[in-house]
């Protein structure tokens, strides 16, 4: 009985200790080697943040207008020019100083006495265009086109207030500068009777007179 007491404590001692040195585990590793180490994998996401968009406003450009103002010739007649001892010479200066009714009545009165039958509708013109008139002013000076526009008349002639008034009255019309507007030298339409109460009024469709003569030389604006 003592050995047998003996031997079975013994018998445990080599059985723990066998567990414990790995001996019994030798099935799970038949080589007999070192146990190999358990990897564990672990599957991670990476995520992928997209990239930030950055946004510039830009702001609306103002539209920039330009105007231009184009330049108005409005009526005017320049001091100067003279004429002396003719109808035309009264009249010019009554327009200078802008006495519009007042050269209206000069005309009336004096339409038959003036040098050519032309200025007749040419100073009506101006008057017209005195009194903001401009329709009227444009019939008119047709009317003196029609009978021509030359101003050459000698030294004792109305050339000088004739052609300052063809200048002014162009210059309205047709919106240019006066400088711009050339007189045409020549021989000017003439009265085709001498005596006053004879002569036909240029301004009117009724023929009151003998009918004037119409040369066709007109004058050019550069």
Same mark, same amino acid.
């Given at each position: 009985?003592?050995?047998?007491?003996?031997?079975?404590?013994?018998?445990?001692?080599?059985?723990?200790?066998?567990?414990?040195?790995?001996?019994?585990?030798? /099935?799970?590793? @038949?080589?007999?080697? =070192?146990?190999?180490? &358990? !990897?564990?994998? #672990?599957?991670?996401? +990476?995520?992928?943040?997209?990239?930030? /968009?950055?946004? @510039?406003?830009?702001? =609306?450009?103002?539209? &920039? !207008?330009?105007? #231009?103002?184009?330049? +108005?010739?409005?009526?005017?007649?320049?001091?100067?020019?003279?004429?002396?001892?003719?109808?035309?010479?009264?009249?010019?200066?009554?327009?200078?100083?802008?006495?519009?009714?007042?050269?209206?009545?000069?005309?009336?009165?004096?339409?038959?006495?003036?040098?050519?039958?032309?200025?007749?509708?040419?100073?009506?013109?101006?008057?017209?265009?005195?009194?903001?008139?401009?329709?009227?002013?444009?019939?008119?000076?047709?009317?003196?086109?029609?009978?021509?526009?030359?101003?050459?008349?000698?030294?004792?002639?109305?050339?000088?207030?004739?052609?300052?008034?063809?200048?002014?009255?162009?210059?309205?019309?047709?919106?240019?500068?006066?400088?711009?507007?050339?007189?045409?030298?020549?021989?000017?339409?003439?009265?085709?009777?001498?005596?006053?109460?004879?002569?036909?009024?240029?301004?009117?469709?009724?023929?009151?007179?003998?009918?004037?003569?119409?040369?066709?030389?007109?004058?050019?604006?550069?």
């Amino acid at each position: 009985m003592d050995g047998y007491r003996r031997i079975i404590p013994l018998t445990l001692v080599l059985v723990l200790a066998g567990c414990g040195s790995g001996a019994l585990s030798g /099935r799970a590793n @038949t080589a007999g080697g =070192p146990t190999p180490p &358990t !990897t564990t994998t #672990t599957n991670t996401t +990476q995520q992928t943040q997209p990239p930030e /968009r950055t946004t @510039t406003t830009t702001p =609306p450009q103002k539209k &920039t !207008t330009v105007v #231009t103002t184009k330049r +108005q010739y409005g009526w005017n007649l320049p001091q100067g020019p003279s004429s002396p001892q003719n109808p035309e010479n009264e009249i010019y200066y009554l327009l200078v100083a802008k006495a519009c009714d007042t050269a209206q009545v000069a005309l009336d009165e004096n339409w038959n006495s003036l040098r050519s039958p032309r200025n007749v509708p040419l100073y009506q013109a101006a008057i017209d265009l005195c009194e903001g008139r401009t329709v009227s002013a444009r019939s008119m000076f047709a009317k003196a086109v029609a009978l021509g526009l030359q101003t050459h008349q000698g030294t004792d002639g109305t050339a000088e207030v004739d052609c300052a008034t063809i200048r002014a009255v162009r210059s309205v019309l047709d919106q240019v500068a006066q400088e711009s507007v050339r007189c045409t030298p020549g021989a000017v339409p003439q009265w085709l009777v001498d005596e006053p109460s004879e002569r036909d009024d240029p301004r009117t469709d009724v023929i009151e007179g003998t009918t004037t003569t119409s040369p066709t030389t007109r004058t050019s604006s550069s």
